[in-house]
T-cell receptor
């Protein structure tokens, strides 16, 4: 299995500011993913972040809005830039180990 | 993209069996997953099944896969109040990252 921690666990931010979310895994993993879960909704993949390469973004998500870093095999960050109330969501980090995919506890973001 | 569909709500009495159903459309899916999300928490991987299997049992959980009908189910035996949560099914595609496509989630409420 994999133990994933995220910081912060929650935050309340002002419109127009940026927030960086950190994801730490207890073991080395090649594939990391960032998801968004809007209130009462399912999960939507934002991007795939593999170490040593640029993140791959899904349709509807762009690097300027959601820059991602993946400096090593146990850590990644997602920044939510120039926030608006529509960015209020839970942001989840996820890793795949062989055939299992694990999720962090999420970062609950509220934008005022 | 491909769609994964689930019924939105299931009410079950404590001690009974719960059956949560899911249909998917990507016949080339390799793995299918079940996750549990309790309020305010991330996603917990419950179990997964490889697409060439038709059944997998793990303690109180039984997964049935009908590949011909693209139908997946999760049976929880002897349902307990701690099983109250949202359950998501997800299919893993055959794109280069093996991205997961999630259903909308089934809210399971266990009543005494």
């Amino acid at each position: 299995s994999a133990v994933i921690s995220q910081k912060p666990s929650r935050d309340i931010c002002q419109r127009g500011t940026s927030l960086t979310i950190q994801c730490q895994v207890d073991s080395q993993v090649t594939m990391m993913f960032w998801y968004r879960q809007q209130p009462g909704q399912s999960l939507t993949l934002i991007a795939t972040a593999n170490q040593g390469s640029e993140a791959t973004y899904e349709s509807g998500f762009v690097i300027d809005k959601f820059p991602i870093s993946r400096p090593n095999l146990t850590f990644s960050t997602l920044t939510v830039s120039n926030m608006s109330p529509e960015d209020s969501s839970i942001y989840l980090c996820s890793v795949r180990k062989v055939n299992e995919q694990f999720f962090g506890p999420g970062t609950r973001l509220t934008v005022l | 993209g491909e769609d994964v569909e689930q019924s939105l709500f299931l009410s079950v009495r404590e001690g009974d069996s719960s059956v949560i159903n899911c249909t998917y459309t990507d016949s080339s899916s390799t793995y299918l997953y079940w996750y549990k999300q309790e309020p305010g928490a991330g996603l917990q991987l419950l179990t997964y099944i490889f697409s060439n299997m038709d059944m997998k049992q793990d303690q109180r959980l039984t997964v049935l896969l009908n590949k011909k009908d693209k139908h997946l189910s999760l049976r929880i035996a002897d349902t307990q109040t701690g099983d109250s949560a949202i359950y998501f099914c997800a299919e893993r595609g055959t794109d280069s990252w093996g991205k997961l496509q999630f259903g909308a989630g089934t809210q399971v409420v266990v009543t005494p």
